[in-house]
């Protein structure tokens, strides 16, 4: 028989059409002894459909959230094949991000996990870049490393000449430095803050 505490210490969310209804999946994880959580930011996990991964135009914000927060994407298959092997599987499998997360969940080891993270940065020296957010539904987005480079760079050249006001982020969205804001292409009338901070990361050291 499946232990009920099979996902202790573990908290899911879920984003986007499942086979089962979001409803119905949380009383399966809460009879496992596992939470649910409609919060990225409150959550370990995301659960969501792989087609929903693949199309980046059928991205939710949570899907967008959890990715920029490194968090493992899952698809559903992990909670039913963890029920039936009595055990919590490792993550690679069912991972739709392809992050080599160094997680592999099993009672009590998510918390673990985080907290040697912070541990190992915390006796880290750090220094301060410039990071750049869009604002979801659920919170502040940090953009990919790689467009917020793009984008640090555009910002250089708009404070220096005040053009070009704008800097596509991807095939669907541009930022306009004028006002500060993340715009759709296909709707103008779609529009999220963006905010550029200061952020503490842990500094690059020189090999000894």
């Known amino acids: 028989m499946c232990p009920?505490?099979?996902?202790?210490?573990?908290?899911?969310?879920?984003?986007g059409s499942l086979s089962s209804t979001h409803a119905d999946l949380?009383?399966?994880?809460?009879?496992?002894g596992g939470e649910v959580s409609d919060?990225?930011?409150k959550a370990d996990y995301l659960i969501t459909d792989e087609n929903y991964?693949?199309?980046?135009?059928?991205h939710t914000d949570k899907i967008d959230l959890a990715d920029a927060r490194d968090m493992p994407i899952l698809n559903e298959d992990f909670i039913h094949d963890s029920i039936k092997a009595e055990k919590v599987l490792a993550v690679k499998k069912y991972l739709l991000n392809?992050?080599?997360?160094?997680?592999?969940?099993?009672?009590?080891?998510?918390?673990d996990h985080h907290h040697a993270k912070k541990a190992k940065s915390s006796s880290s020296p750090v220094e301060q870049i410039p990071r750049w957010a869009w604002c979801s539904e659920d919170g502040w987005v940090q953009y990919k490393l790689d467009v917020d480079r793009k984008v640090?760079?555009?910002y250089h050249s708009f404070l220096a000449s005040k053009t070009p006001t704008k800097i596509d982020v991807?095939?669907?969205?541009?930022i306009d430095f004028s006002d500060m804001t993340q715009v759709r292409h296909d709707d103008h009338s779609k529009r999220r803050d963006v905010k550029r901070d200061m952020v503490q990361v842990v500094a690059k050291q020189a090999p000894g």
């Open 4 to 15: 009920r505490n099979l996902f202790k210490g573990v908290t899911f969310c879920f984003s």
């Open 26 to 32: 949380g009383k399966l994880v809460h009879k496992y």
């Open 39 to 41: 919060t990225v930011s």
């Open 53 to 58: 991964w693949k199309h980046k135009s059928a």
């Open 98 to 111: 392809n992050e080599d997360d160094d997680v592999t969940p099993s009672k009590g080891d998510v918390a």
């Open 152 to 154: 640090e760079a555009a």
């Open 170 to 174: 991807d095939d669907e969205r541009y």
